[in-house]
């Protein structure tokens, strides 16, 4: 990979960084990886040519510096989910299923940038499929107290099937341009949860809505 990106000095130089991901992520959602041009990106910034490549070496950079940035937001979601006490493993599943929801939401747009890159390099893939796996792990640990409520045969596998399941239909539509948005939120909350505890085969399903304050 490419350097990412020059390190700002001062306040307003992280400013025009910030503009300038922003319109990329935009562009990404409008045009594709490969529709994406650094002057459209420039032009929705109100940046300059030269401004974008003091901080960027080219588009690629752009891009590896966005997917850094989400790949470490994901991480930290994970990290500051899993710092609650559930209840049950039913609020376990909920507040996943609610912090996938967000993440895929907020990034719509860079989801298609990601499987147009992925088809030349399937590492960019993996990095995702890496988080899922760590999402995962931490949901098995975190669900431990709780794993006689898992009525599946293997505890484990059964997490990393449910993990998978709600990640990753999110993501398929994400990178297939199908928005997640124009489903109603609660609904989409309540079908990936239901359909992960049907996995976990937990009996009775906990009613979500004890678990949403």
Known sequence: ???????????????????????????????????????DIVKLS?????????????KEALFDYILDQYVDKCRTA???????????FGEIIYHAVCRNVELVEMNEGFYRA??????GNPQVWNQLQDLSQELSIAII???????SEVKAPNYERAVRQATQLMGGWLAN???????IKHIDEKVLISML????MGVLQ?????????FEN
């Not at 940046?47 to 490549?53: K, Q």
């Not at 539509?173 to 928005?179: D, G, I, K, Y």
């Open 1 to 39: 990979m490419t350097e990412k990106r020059k390190t700002p000095k001062q306040q307003r130089g992280y400013e025009a960084e910030r503009k300038i991901i922003d319109s990329a992520l935009i562009i990404f959602s409008e045009k594709g990886y490969a529709g994406a041009r650094v002057g």
């Open 173 to 179: 539509r994400a990178s297939h341009r199908v928005s």
């Open 202 to 210: 937990v009996h009775p399903v906990p009613d979500y809505a004890d």
């Open 141 to 147: 640990e975190w669900g431990r107290p709780f794993s």
């Open 46 to 58: 109100g940046s300059s040519t030269g401004s974008f490549y003091f901080r960027f070496k080219n």
């Open 78 to 88: 994970i990290a500051e989910t899993t710092k609650s006490t559930p209840a049950n």
């Open 193 to 196: 949860y239901r359909a992960a």
């Open 114 to 119: 990601i499987n147009e890159v992925s088809i």
